[in-house]
């Protein structure tokens, strides 16, 4: 009887820890650390030259302590974004008034992206919920545009937001890629971006954000400097620096150049 109720005694005490213990399956050991993700970027800096006319940027990744079972049943998924420098855009509506076309209405959005490279293992909407990609602001459908001092009926505000949509996307400075994350080997991806040859200069933000089973994990940033070289660059910091210079050498410039031509073709 002692011995009963001390084999009772002691199944009670493991009872917890057995409830809590995890069946693993040969060679797999358990993972107790949340997922990782490291990215890189092919360069640091991208020169825009006056016979720029866009490049491809490649980004390496690797996503670490992953689930291998998970793994090997597609269940990561990763998204790549390239945002430009962040400033207000403004969006005009023109109407036909005694026919002429003029602006008649216009909004202003805050701080948003001025271009958008995006790339993705598979279409975004296998990847997550449509409520989970905008609380995360990822894809071109999803950018926060809020606008400045907004009085108005919601379909107006829905109506200028595609308009700018629209716009970016045709100028070429928003651009998605549903296919452009690859998977290289168990947990290291390689991404495309695409630049478009009227890439703003400045500082951009390389973006890769982690998802597993449809659930956001973890996303990670390094910058990206665009930057104008030679004649080009001069001339905007000649703008930019000493703008009254930069106007009296304009003036005397075209000055010059109206007498040059006049000589030239002058007719006797």
């Excluded at 493991?14 to 693993?24: D, R, V």
């Excluded at 490291?38 to 670490?64: H, M, Y």
Aim: aromatic share 8%; glycine share 8%; proline share 4%.
């Amino acid at each position: 009887m002692r011995r009963l109720l001390s084999a009772l005694t002691l199944c009670l005490w493991l009872l917890p820890g057995l409830a809590s213990a995890q069946m693993l399956l040969p060679g797999q050991a358990a993972n107790t650390t949340a997922e990782g993700l490291e990215i890189g970027t092919s360069t640091s800096e991208i020169a825009i030259t006056s016979d720029f006319r866009g490049a491809d940027l490649t980004i390496f990744g690797a996503v670490t302590n992953t689930d291998s079972l998970l793994l090997a049943i597609g269940q990561y998924d990763v998204v790549v974004v390239l945002e430009g420098p962040r400033e207000d855009a403004t969006v005009r509506r023109k109407e036909r008034v005694f026919g002429i076309w003029v602006n008649t209405r216009s909004m202003t959005f805050e701080a948003v992206p001025h271009s958008y490279s995006m790339s993705s293992s598979r279409m975004l909407d296998d990847v997550t919920t449509p409520l989970d990609l905008a609380d995360q602001g990822i894809g071109i459908d999803h950018v926060p545009l809020t606008p400045v001092g907004f009085v108005g009926n919601a379909s107006n505000l829905g109506e200028f937001r595609n308009a700018f949509r629209r716009l970016q996307e045709n100028n070429g400075l928003y651009d998605r890629n549903p296919s452009g994350v690859r998977f290289v080997s168990s947990n290291l991806f390689k991404a495309s971006l695409r630049l478009p040859a009227n890439i703003p200069n400045g500082v951009h933000t390389v973006r890769a954000y982690l998802f597993k089973s449809g659930k956001f994990i973890t996303e990670k940033s390094v910058p990206l400097r665009v930057i104008k070289t030679g004649i080009e660059q001069t001339i905007t910091d000649a703008a930019h620096e000493q703008p009254i210079a930069y106007g009296a050498f304009a003036v005397l410039l075209a000055l010059v150049t109206g007498w040059g031509a006049s000589v030239v073709f002058r007719k006797d």
